[in-house]
């Protein structure tokens, strides 16, 4: 229930002091100078309080964006798959706009850093991925830690982006990759890595997910659990990079959770491999110009349409959820299409020549 205490401030005037107390809700309270606002108050807050609509908003004052990053960091981003891009992000966010208290962070406040990231030259993606970081910290703001009423970021427009590119490994690319992988005698699962990635278009994410338990050597493929579309899907396991595999797993821990690529030092032993740098460097050792590991799947999917596979096929294996994501290979199984035609006239008309 809701009382109002009559008092006189510390210049003289008269004010209404509101505390609204509920089972199982700690009291709220609010001073106004006139009592018709004091009772509106009463009124409004118990209402929303007994519906579960009830916000305080001195939590929002009380917590930056800052505290929410660190807090979002420690407690859930280093549960998924691939953290590292989102902690570039959120270290961004963090200088730009950590000193920003909750309730004063606005979707003005997050458009203009948005632009500012667009007037740095990167692209309309990537720019789209650093408020894709910010937004689950602020969602979880809202929905698990009350410090906020709404998440401003969801409010924010996005870039159009465009279809992407199919950058992919030419022979001569891949040879010089492959051999830059053999010349880092301290990381030899990097070559592997780069292996899985040609052979099968798996995400950099699901790769360095991979746990041994995924591992099927008998039927020759890995089980990629929760992936980013949400599904599990069954993936070949094919040589060169089996043999690599079985080659390296002579040497893996009894506990099937145990990452198949894990860190090399005391503290990340038991955590998978951030195998990011170790790959910029390798990319740069090849001498490999406009590369990203990304395209290493556009490499696969390349070489599967190029080698008779059609679209369906190419978005089963590297699981995507529509065709509309394998289409942008279709100009490339032009000539298996037309010879797949030729073979089709040989048999129909062969005989009538």
Not at 36 to 61: C, V
Not at 206 to 215: K, S
Not at 308 to 331: C, F, N, P, V, W
């Amino acid at each position: 229930m809701a009382t109002i205490e009559k008092r006189e401030s510390s210049l003289g005037k008269t004010v209404y002091r509101v505390k609204v107390r509920l089972r199982g809700s700690s009291p709220e309270t609010a001073t106004f100078s006139r009592l018709t606002d004091a009772k509106r108050w009463a009124s409004q807050t118990e209402s929303a309080i007994r519906e579960g609509r009830y916000f305080n908003a001195s939590e929002a004052k009380k917590h930056t964006l800052a505290e929410a990053i660190d807090k979002y960091t420690n407690e859930c981003l280093y549960n998924l798959k691939d953290p590292s891009h989102r902690l570039h992000h959120l270290k961004w966010w963090k200088n730009r706009l950590g000193h920003t208290a909750l309730s004063n962070l606005s979707r003005a406040l997050i458009v203009e850093s948005r632009n500012i990231l667009k007037a740095k030259s990167l692209s309309k993606a990537t720019v789209n991925r650093y408020l894709a970081s910010l937004s689950p910290v602020l969602t979880e703001s809202v929905k698990e830690w009350g410090w906020m009423q709404s998440n401003p970021c969801l409010d924010v427009k996005r870039y159009k982006e465009s279809d992407g590119r199919t950058r992919f490994l030419s022979d001569d690319e891949r040879a010089a990759l492959l051999d830059a992988c053999n010349q880092f005698r301290d990381y030899p699962e990097i070559k592997i890595i780069v292996l899985i990635a040609i052979t099968t278009g798996m995400r950099r994410g699901e790769i360095r997910g991979l746990r041994w338990r995924d591992v099927d050597f008998k039927r020759r493929r890995f089980t990629i659990v929760n992936t980013k579309n949400g599904d599990t899907r069954s993936v070949p396991l094919v040589d060169p990079a089996y043999t690599e595999l079985m080659s390296w797993a002579k040497v893996r821990p009894l506990d099937d959770n145990a990452p198949v690529f894990a860190g090399h030092s005391e503290r990340t032993k038991d955590h998978p491999l951030d195998f990011d740098k170790l790959w910029q460097d390798v990319r740069k050792l090849s001498g490999i110009e406009d590369f990203r590991f990304h395209d290493l799947r556009h490499t696969a999917a390349s070489y599967l349409a190029m080698n008779g596979a059609g679209l369906r096929e190419i978005g089963d294996i590297l699981g995507h959820k529509t065709m509309a994501m394998a289409q942008r290979y279709s100009h490339l199984t032009d000539d298996h299409k037309h010879k797949t035609v030729e073979r089709m006239t040989e048999a129909v008309f062969g005989g009538n020549k």
